[in-house]
């Protein structure tokens, strides 16, 4: 059974009324290892010290939803771990990837990997079997929600942005090995985020994560990231689709209800009225609190103020879920976020 927190966030997802606005936010080592003063390496060797940081970080925080949960994640390099980039470990923050160096004429040739046995995949594939299936997670617990990197971002890791960016502005050459190689990309994100669901006992929804996607200009939208997202949100019809895209997009707008999402969890340097304008009432918008001028640079003033901005601007009868735009980052104070909460209750 879905805890009220829970009940707000699908209830929003889905274009109903909550009975408060809820509040999601999506943390990941960098805050979580910060925040219990754990070296990031041992937050990733050690599963009973990331489970028990995120049953008590829960517990600290009943009322707000961690999208996707219990993330089993590397920072990026999950699915660009699958296709041979090296990984570099850090005490302080989540690891980091060197992408390959490879020519175009080689992007098309790069093999599909296989989730259950590639790279990282592997390791964040058994970790939630264990957690789901071996009696690890504790009750009530479940993990609800999957993640993936989109295949634009998988691109930018494992290619290289400027690269990768090049070629689809590129010649005819260029861009037919763009397409190729996002052909893989984007099976990819579909395979690992089914292998992943295939874990839960109690799916609810996914997450793809794509900001790469939003610096492209909308010609080069409409003819190479539309037609992959639209595949990859379609393929979880029936489930809460969530898509977070980071950058500043607002001339790709017009692109975006068309793309089978539920949830746009978008920069804070796009004007939540805006947004809500040209995307209409059907999509739930999350965010949009800047992770880092007032998330972790601010003071609870500061929050609860922008939370209550962020809903006046949205309008409280609109699919609103109040969040930070972006991860909650390093070092952003735990009583930063009860000021978000707090912004939701009067």
Not at 164 to 188: C, H, K, Q
Not at 280 to 300: F, H, Q, Y
Request: charge should be negative; glycine fraction near 8%.
């Amino acid at each position: 059974m879905l805890n009220q927190a829970w009940e707000n966030f699908v209830t929003a997802a889905q274009g109903g009324e909550p009975e408060s606005v809820p509040v999601a936010l999506n943390v990941d080592c960098g805050f979580i290892a910060s925040a219990f003063g754990m070296n990031a390496l041992d937050f990733y060797m050690y599963p009973d010290r990331w489970l028990d940081a995120y049953v008590t970080l829960m517990a600290r925080f009943p009322d707000v939803v961690f999208l996707p949960g219990f993330w089993v994640e590397f920072g990026m390099s999950a699915e660009p771990s699958a296709f041979g980039t090296p990984v570099m470990w850090r005490h302080d923050q989540a690891p980091a990837m060197r992408h390959l160096n490879l020519s175009q004429a080689d992007w098309g040739r790069l093999p599909q990997p296989d989730p259950y046995s590639d790279g990282l995949m592997a390791l964040v594939l058994r970790r939630y079997w264990n957690l789901e299936h071996n009696a690890e997670l504790p009750e009530p617990h479940r993990v609800h929600f999957v993640a993936a990197r989109g295949p634009f971002t998988i691109a930018t890791h494992v290619l290289g942005g400027n690269q990768f960016l090049a070629a689809l502005d590129g010649e005819p050459n260029s861009t037919g090995a763009a397409l190729d190689v996002l052909e893989i990309f984007a099976e990819t994100t579909i395979r690992f985020l089914r292998a992943q669901l295939g874990c839960l006992r109690e799916p609810l929804g996914v997450v793809v994560l794509d900001d790469t996607a939003g610096m492209l200009t909308p010609d080069a939208f409409t003819h190479f990231a539309a037609p992959f997202l639209r595949r990859i949100f379609n393929t979880f019809d029936g489930l809460v689709r969530v898509f977070r895209c980071d950058t500043p997009c607002r001339p790709l707008l017009p692109q975006m209800p068309d793309l089978g999402f539920e949830v746009f969890h978008f920069s804070h340097r796009m004007d939540i009225r805006e947004v809500r304008a040209v995307l209409g009432p059907k999509i739930a918008l999350m965010g949009n609190v800047s992770a880092l001028e007032i998330m972790a640079r601010g003071v609870p003033e500061q929050v609860e103020s922008a939370g209550h901005e962020c809903i006046a601007r949205a309008g409280r009868s609109s699919a609103l879920i109040l969040s930070a735009a972006g991860t909650v980052l390093s070092g952003t104070p735990t009583e930063n976020i009860d000021a978000l909460v707090r912004a939701t209750r009067h």
